[in-house]
């Protein structure tokens, strides 16, 4: 009886935690969707053209899957590089789904701070700014859109995107540079050569 009271679900590793959801332990799972939850809806906000009902759903979605699919969860790897590959192929699934329909809701902003911080000079307002780099974002092909997302709204190092993406370091950082260079041409006052 002690036994349970004794788990400090907060300071468990991912991992650890779900070593126990797999045991049916509904704390431990509670304890990841509480530290997961906000991040994945942020993404699926960001990948699904800022649709909040959509992304509530996907958010729902991928627990789910989670607790159907934790048997085949390793815990030898890191937890956060198996959620985020499976929300980035339910992201991918919608986007074949779709195929080139683009919504851009004039509400949502996301927030791009570690690009603000970068000493980059800008002339227009930034709230206008990140207006046109959300639709500019819209105009980035999937496999650019979802890296550039991870990298500068997720702020997944390079090397967790190559493995949510299964793809090599290199064409991670080739992709960025893409959609960075892509994205300068969008928006002139992006670009810091203008």
Not at 30 to 35: A, Y
Request: net charge neutral.
């Amino acid at each position: 009886m002690g036994f349970f009271k004794s788990i400090d679900y907060n300071k468990a590793s991912d991992e650890n935690l779900m070593e126990k959801v797999c045991k049916k332990n509904h704390h431990a799972f509670e304890e990841l969707f509480e530290r997961y939850s906000q991040r994945l809806l942020r993404y699926f906000y960001s990948m699904l053209n800022y649709d909040e009902e959509k992304s509530q759903d996907f958010l729902q979605d991928l627990f789910i899957k989670v607790l159907e699919n934790a048997r085949y969860f390793d815990t030898n790897r890191k937890f956060s590089t198996w959620l985020y590959s499976i929300a980035t192929n339910m992201c991918k699934n919608e986007y074949r789904k779709l195929a080139g329909k683009h919504f851009v809701s004039e509400e949502y902003i996301p927030e791009f701070d570690e690009i603000y911080s970068s000493g980059i000079t800008f002339n227009l307002d930034k709230k206008l700014l990140q207006s046109e780099l959300e639709k500019s974002i819209e105009q980035l092909g999937y496999k650019h859109k979802s890296v550039f997302i991870m990298r500068f709204q997720q702020e997944l190092p390079i090397k967790e995107i190559s493995r949510i993406m299964s793809i090599s370091e290199g064409t991670v950082k080739s992709r960025i540079f893409y959609s960075l260079k892509k994205l300068g041409e969008l928006i002139p006052e992006f670009n810091p050569k203008n």
